[in-house]
């Protein structure tokens, strides 16, 4: 399985950005996905994760209300759509698939991971 992360940038606090995930490899929709963030001296954390079916959504809540994750089965992707950034949001993004359908909350219950997108929010 390969995971190709795009659409990070740099943004204005309070504006907008939206990032995708291509997966390539084995059946995209028989696992749940996930977008984790990795800002400098911290640990990963997840933002968001979603079932294989993408009717299980898992929310961190320090984005709650401000991002949301999509998938789209047939186009082997996976969207973080982020909205009212700020700076607290800086960070490397990370798509990563799921050992299982489940929406996990852990690193340990991903396998692959993309090779990240920075977004930087200025203030």
């Known amino acids: 399985v390969q995971l190709q992360a795009s659409g990070g940038g740099l943004v204005q606090a309070g504006g907008s950005l939206r990032l995708a995930c291509a997966a390539s490899?084995?059946?995209?929709?028989?696992?749940?996905m996930g977008w984790f963030r990795q800002a400098p001296g911290k640990e990963r954390e997840l933002v968001a994760a979603?079932?294989?079916?993408?009717?299980?959504?898992y929310y961190a809540d320090s984005v709650k209300g401000r991002f949301t994750i999509s998938r789209d089965n047939a186009k082997n992707t996976v969207f973080l759509q982020m909205n009212s950034l700020n700076p607290e949001d800086t960070a490397v993004y990370y798509c990563?698939?799921?050992?299982?359908?489940?929406?996990?909350?852990?690193?340990?219950?991903?396998?692959?991971w993309g090779q990240g997108t920075q977004v930087t929010v200025s203030s």
């Open positions: 990563a698939k799921g050992r299982g359908i489940a929406a996990g909350t852990l690193p340990g219950q991903y396998d692959y």
């Open positions: 490899g084995r059946t995209f929709s028989s696992f749940a």
């Open positions: 979603i079932s294989l079916s993408g009717v299980y959504i």
